[in-house]
C-alpha cells in the first residue's frame, strides 16, 4: 500500500495551472496502481470546481477510483460540482464542529437528478453513534447501476446487418430529419439495458453514415465521433475494438465476433474445354506415360537381345505397336501375324486372337509382351470412355475470388468496402503485407467506398456483374444473400472460402462513462446465455440455402463445338505439325 500526497498553495488566477499540473502527476501514480481512492480536502469552491472538472478532462478520476472529497461547505453551496460529481464515484463528506462535538455527513451526487434532489445522503458519523447508514444505499453506491431517477439518454445508431436494421417511418422530425427507427438484435439487448437500467433512448444517426475512423487532423468521423464530442451516450454498433477508436471512446465487454469474406457474383455455367483431360486424375496421366515408355523401353531391349542371338529376325516395328494400341490406330503387326487393335480391345477378340495367331518359333516375347500391354489399355480406355460421357454433361460456375490474393492479383476487379470503418483505418495504419496492397490499391483507384445502407444495391448492380466483389463482416454477407435468395430464388452470389481479419465487436460509450461498466455485466449476461446468437440467428432468414452451392452442375443436352473445340484444336496442331515434319525429312533426305 502506497501513498501520495499533493498540497496546491496557490491563490488567484493561476490555480487552475497549478491544479492540473498536480493532477498530472497524481495521474502517473493512479496508472502504476491497481486499486486507488482518492481525498480532495478544500473548502474552496472554485478549487474543487476546477479540480473535478480537469480530473474527468484528463481522466485522472476514472469509475474505478473512488473520490472523497471533505470540506466544511453545505451541499446547496456545492451545486456547481454536480454535473461531475454525479459522473464520477464520488462521495461528499461534509464537516460540522459544535463545541467539543464533531460530526459529518456522506452525501452521493445522482445522476439525471431533478432540481432539489441532486444530493442523497448516504451516512452520517459522529463521536456518539459512530457510522450509522441512512436509507437503503451503502457507502459508494453503483448508482449507475440502476439509476434512480429515469434518465433519457441518446443513442448512436446506424443500419448494420444483421445486427441493426433502419426502417424509414415517412416524414420529417422536429429537426428536420427523416423519420426513422432501429430494429434488429442490438435494439433487443438495448431495451433489455433501458428497463433494467431504468432509462429511455432516442435514436441519432450519424450524418455521414460512417462509424468512425480518425482523420488526419486528430478528429473523429461518424459514430465515434458524436460520442467524442458528447453529442450522443451511447453507440449502439456492435462497433469493430481498435486502439485508435479506443483513445476517445471506451468498449463494452465483446458481443460477438466477426471476420471479413468476399462476395462475388457467380458466373454462367460453362464448358471445361480442358474437360476430355478430367476423366482421369493427373496421376494416372503420368502412370499411363511411364508405363508408355517402360513398354517400349522393354522391346527395344528384347528386340535387341533376340536379333543378337537369332540373327535376321528384325523386330523394328514393336516399338511403334505399342503407341499404335494405345491410341486405336488400326492394325498392328507381329511377325506373319495381323491383329485389329479395335476388336482387340474386347475381351473376347483378344482370347480369340490369342488362339488363332501363329507365331514362328522363338517369337513367342512379343506376342507375351503385346498381350500384356493390350490387357492394360483395354482397363485404362474404357475407364477413360465411360467417365467422358459423364463429364461431358457438366457445367462449371466460375468463382474466381476466394483470397484478397485472387483479387488483388487481378487488376480488372474493383473492391467495395464501408466507409470509414475499423478495417480502413488499420489497413491505412500499415507499411508492409497483404492489406498494405490493399489500401495501396485503393489509392490508385481500385476501391469504392459505401455507406453500409448502401451495401444491398451495390451487391444487386455491380457485384452481380462479376467485376466488383464486396468486403464485408461474414454475418453481413449471409444477409444480403439471404434476401436475394428469396427475392430471386436463385444462388447468384458466393462467399469467399477464406475469412480474413477478424474483429471483437462491441457497443461504446463515451470516454471514461460511469455508463459502460454498468452495461458490461447485463450484455455479459444476455451472450453467455446465448440469447443474443439466437436473436441473430432469426435476423438471416435463408442464411443456409447459398452456403454450399456447388460449383458444378449437370446438364442434359447435345455435345456442341463449345464442348469439343479443344479436342479439335489439338487434332488439327497435330497435322500442322505432322506437315512440317514432313517438310523437313524432304529437306533433309535432299540434303543428303
Known amino acids: 500500500m502506497g501513498v501520495g500526497l499533493f498540497q496546491a498553495t496557490s491563490n488567484g488566477s493561476d490555480i487552475d495551472s497549478h491544479l492540473s499540473r498536480i493532477i498530472e502527476e497524481a495521474k502517473k501514480l493512479r496508472e502504476l496502481s ?69 460530526s459529518c455527513s456522506f452525501y452521493v451526487h445522482m445522476p439525471y437528478s431533478p432540481a432539489g434532489e441532486e444530493t442523497v445522503q448516504v451516512a452520517s458519523w459522529d463521536s456518539a453513534h459512530g457510522l450509522v447508514l441512512r436509507g437503503h444505499l451503502p457507502v459508494f453506491p453503483e448508482k449507475y447501476s ?35 427507427t ?18 429511455t433512448y432516442t435514436y441519432v444517426r450519424p450524418p455521414d453514415g460512417a462509424w468512425g475512423a480518425k482523420q488526419p487532423d486528430g478528429s473523429f468521423s461518424g459514430m465515434v465521433g458524436m460520442l467524442s464530442r ?104 507381329l511377325p506373319h501375324v495381323y491383329v485389329n487393335t479395335e476388336s482387340a480391345f474386347a475381351m473376347k477378340a483378344e482370347l480369340n486372337y490369342a488362339q488363332d495367331a501363329k507365331v514362328p518359333p522363338g517369337r513367342r516375347w512379343e506376342r507375351v509382351l503385346l498381350a500384356g500391354w493390350m490387357i492394360v489399355t483395354l482397363v485404362t480406355v474404357k475407364s477413360y470412355a465411360g467417365n467422358l460421357m459423364s463429364l461431358l454433361a457438366v ?43 490493399v489500401a495501396e490499391a485503393g489509392r490508385n483507384g481500385r476501391i469504392i467506398y459505401r455507406r453500409s445502407t448502401d451495401f444491398m444495391e451495390a451487391v444487386d448492380t455491380l457485384v452481380r456483374k462479376g467485376d466488383h466483389v464486396l468486403m464485408v463482416e461474414d454475418l453481413t454477407a449471409r444477409v444480403f444473400l439471404g434476401k436475394d435468395v ?48 439466437h436473436w441473430m440467428q432469426g435476423a438471416i432468414p435463408n442464411s443456409t440455402t447459398c452456403a454450399n452451392a456447388p460449383s458444378k452442375i449437370t446438364v442434359h443436352t447435345t455435345l456442341g463445338l463449345s464442348n469439343l473445340w479443344l479436342m479439335f484444336a489439338i487434332l488439327l496442331g497435330g497435322h500442322v505439325i505432322s506437315v512440317i515434319v514432313l517438310l523437313l525429312e524432304i529437306f533433309w533426305n535432299k540434303m543428303k
Request: proline share 5%.
Open 486 to 533: 428469396s427475392s430471386s430464388g436463385r444462388c447468384d452470389f458466393y462467399l469467399s472460402r477464406d475469412v480474413f481479419l477478424p474483429f471483437i465487436f462491441a457497443m461504446t460509450g463515451q470516454k471514461n462513462s460511469p455508463f459502460v461498466p454498468a452495461l458490461n455485466r447485463r450484455i455479459r449476461a444476455v451472450t453467455e446465455s446465448g440469447l443474443y446468437n
Open 395 to 437: 457445367r462449371h460456375i466460375p468463382q474466381p475470388y476466394q483470397s484478397v490474393r485472387d483479387v488483388l492479383d487481378d487488376p480488372a476487379c474493383t473492391m467495395i468496402w464501408e466507409t470509414n470503418n475499423a478495417y480502413i483505418q488499420y489497413m491505412n495504419s500499415l507499411t508492409s503485407g497483404t492489406f498494405y496492397e
Open 146 to 180: 440502476r439509476l434512480r431517477h429515469r434518465a433519457e439518454i441518446v443513442v448512436a445508431a446506424e443500419e448494420y446487418p444483421p445486427h441493426a436494421f433502419v426502417l424509414l417511418l415517412g416524414g420529417l422530425d422536429g429537426r428536420g430529419q427523416p423519420r426513422f
Open 182 to 199: 432501429i430494429t434488429g438484435p442490438m435494439v433487443k439487448l438495448l431495451d433489455i439495458l433501458a428497463t433494467s437500467m431504468n432509462f
Open 34 to 102: 491497481w486499486c486507488v481512492s482518492v481525498v480532495v480536502v478544500s473548502d474552496d469552491p472554485v478549487a474543487l470546481l476546477t479540480f473535478s472538472e480537469r480530473s474527468l478532462e484528463s481522466q485522472f478520476i476514472v469509475w474505478s477510483t473512488r473520490l472523497l472529497v471533505v470540506t466544511h461547505l453545505r451541499p446547496g453551496e456545492l451545486s456547481r460540482l454536480h454535473e461531475s460529481l454525479s459522473k464520477m464515484n464520488a462521495m461528499v463528506m461534509t464537516l460540522r464542529h459544535e463545541q467539543k462535538h464533531t
Open 230 to 333: 458528447k453529442e450522443a451516450d451511447i453507440g449502439l454498433g456492435p462497433f469493430g475494438v481498435s486502439a485508435s477508436r479506443a483513445e476517445v471512446v471506451d468498449y463494452t465487454g465483446f458481443i460477438v465476433i466477426d471476420y471479413a469474406r468476399i462476395i462475388g457474383g457467380r458466373g454462367r455455367a460453362e464448358v471445361d474445354p480442358w474437360g476430355f483431360l478430367l476423366p482421369l486424375a493427373p496421376k494416372v496421366w503420368l502412370g499411363v506415360a511411364a508405363m508408355t515408355a517402360l513398354a517400349m523401353a522393354t522391346a527395344a531391349v528384347l528386340t535387341g537381345l533376340s536379333e543378337r542371338f537369332s540373327p535376321g529376325r528384325r523386330s523394328a516395328g514393336l516399338c511403334f505397336s505399342v503407341v499404335r494400341v494405345l491410341l486405336f490406330q488400326g492394325e498392328c503387326e
